[in-house]
């Protein structure tokens, strides 16, 4: 008998609960939903950057084996098909050793110099700077090292401005789905907030609360978000 009371009475709180929730539905003026949307992409520039070095006990010695170097990346690089690229200026840096006499004083003597430079490409041929390989100038006697190629996608405002509106589109016929099990129907965009863009690699669900703008990957996914408010009828 007692069980039966119990299990009414939260039978009655239940329909009361669901109650209150339809009435609070049909009585709201505005429905507030997210929409998204996700565009592939493909990078259009890229930036290929890489430096050479020497060293030499004098620095005459070192500054002419720089220039013969750069000379051998030059050619490299024409011969490759690049035909604009940039040298950074050279950074000279004095070899020191460390010399303690009898008596225990220490003292440092120049052993030599140590010269770097690099040099940067930008280029819309993607395709060229990405097989572009620097074997043939290490086995030329350059010792060249190479960064990880920016991989960039120049129209990313443009194709920003179209996703917002495809975002407030799913935005709506999200609101349009939920609006129609309450028995209503929208009326217009109240306001509208536009998220966080995410740029990541493809097939990455990487994110982050400032936005990611992905630079290692010639494949790409943005994703723009939309918050919008509707109006109810």
């Given at each position: 008998m007692l069980a039966g009371l119990f299990l009414a009475a939260g039978l009655v709180c239940s329909a009361m609960l669901a109650t209150g929730a339809w009435v609070k539905i049909k009585n709201s003026q505005f429905i507030n939903v997210k929409g998204s949307v996700q565009k592939s992409i493909e990078s259009d520039l890229a930036i290929w950057s890489g430096s050479f070095q020497t060293e030499a006990?004098?620095?005459?010695?070192?500054?002419?084996?720089?220039?013969?170097?750069?000379?051998?990346?030059?050619?490299?690089?024409?011969?490759?098909?690049?035909?604009?690229?940039?040298?950074?200026?050279?950074?000279?840096?004095?070899l020191k050793a460390t010399q303690k006499s009898a008596d225990g004083f220490v003292s440092h003597r120049t052993t030599g110099y140590r010269l770097r430079q690099g040099v940067s490409v930008e280029s819309a041929d993607v395709d060229r700077l990405d097989r572009l390989d620097t074997t043939p100038l290490v086995e030329q006697g350059v010792l060249f090292t190479v960064a990880p190629i920016q991989f960039i996608y120049t129209r990313a405002g443009d194709t920003k401005v179209e996703m917002l509106a495809a975002a407030t589109k799913d935005a709506r016929t999200r609101a349009e789905q939920i609006a129609r099990q309450g028995g209503c129907t929208i009326a217009r965009l109240h306001s509208a907030d536009q998220g966080i863009f995410q740029i990541t690699p493809r097939h990455s669900g990487a994110t982050s609360w400032q936005g990611e703008s992905d630079t290692s990957s010639r494949q790409k996914t943005i994703t723009a978000v939309v918050t919008a408010s509707f109006m109810l009828k």
């Open positions: 006990e004098t620095l005459l010695a070192a500054q002419k084996k720089i220039r013969d170097d750069r000379a051998l990346v030059e050619k490299f690089l024409q011969s490759a098909g690049v035909k604009e690229f940039a040298f950074l200026p050279i950074g000279i840096e004095e």
